[in-house]
């Protein structure tokens, strides 16, 4: 077996500032988010996604996939948006099983009421205190990182796509 690749003190540092910053970056915009507009930011980014297309509609699947979420906990999240009156469920014409989620009007007026509140968070908390250069770097860093992250996700369903079809595939008459 091969050695690891520890890391090196410089790495060692980067990798626990990046964690705790992240974290700590996240659960305060949480906080203000909630505070500010009673909306936790987990929903706001369904809002968000919603608000941004044609019809303010997206199929549940591409809803769970764009805001990054397991299919059980944005259906759990859209459950609670349509308790709210924010968000309806449509169903797919095209697939049984499909469903769509609409942002409604009265869930586009909470989203752009607590827009203004959670954007100055944002530049708060993190634009305004980097350089116009480290906004770039960041943006760049940020996209290598979500690259590499992607491909090593398409992998992993590539592969585990493959096994279950050798699990369902009908066995081989010879």
Known sequence: MAQPRW??????????????????????????????????????????????????RLRMSDLADASDSSRSR??????????????????????????FAVLTDAGFEALSNAAPSHVASVRAH???????????????????ILAGLREASAEIDQECTAREQERTAPPQVA
């Open 126 to 144: 993190l634009f305004d205190r980097l350089t116009p250069e480290q906004v770039v770097q960041l943006g760049q860093i940020n996209d290598a």
């Open 7 to 56: 890391l090196d003190e410089e790495e060692h540092h980067t990798w626990r500032s990046y964690l705790a910053a992240t974290r700590l970056l996240a659960a305060q915009l949480d906080r203000e988010l909630q505070h500010d507009s009673g909306i936790p930011q987990s929903y706001y980014e369904i809002l968000v996604r919603l608000s941004e297309t044609p019809g303010r």
């Open 74 to 99: 944005l259906s759990h999240a859209v459950a609670r948006l349509v308790a709210n009156g924010w968000v309806e469920r449509e169903s797919c014409p095209t697939d049984r099983r499909g469903a």
